[in-house]
């Protein structure tokens, strides 16, 4: 009994701490060709490629919910290297 209802209070605050609207996100795969197209229009390194970047440890702040259901502490982050253009997947 007591697992079962430490699955649901972690299964509520998880949801209740999410800030994220999977209905407004754009996976990078479907637009990473014109990512691209556009990226070297407008000045940007021909060389480079865009490549999906990995998720990172995130020290920013975070809502009280995010600390205690210990959500959001890794972020996908955009930034470039010598060798591509990472965006968020």
Same mark, same amino acid.
């Given at each position: 009994?007591?697992?079962q209802v430490g699955a649901y209070w972690h299964r509520w605050i998880t949801r209740t701490a999410n800030r994220r609207f999977p209905e407004a996100a754009v996976a990078l795969?479907?637009?990473q060709k014109t990512v691209g197209v556009l990226f070297r229009a407008l000045g940007g390194?021909?060389?480079l490629k865009?490549?999906?970047s990995y998720a990172t440890d995130h020290f920013g702040?975070?809502? %009280?919910l995010q600390?205690?259901?210990g959500s959001d502490k890794r972020t996908h982050s955009a930034w470039r290297d010598e060798q591509? %253009? %990472?965006l968020p997947p």
């Open positions: 009994m007591e697992e795969e479907d637009i390194d021909a060389g865009v490549e999906a702040h975070r809502s %009280l600390k205690i259901a591509a %253009l %990472l």
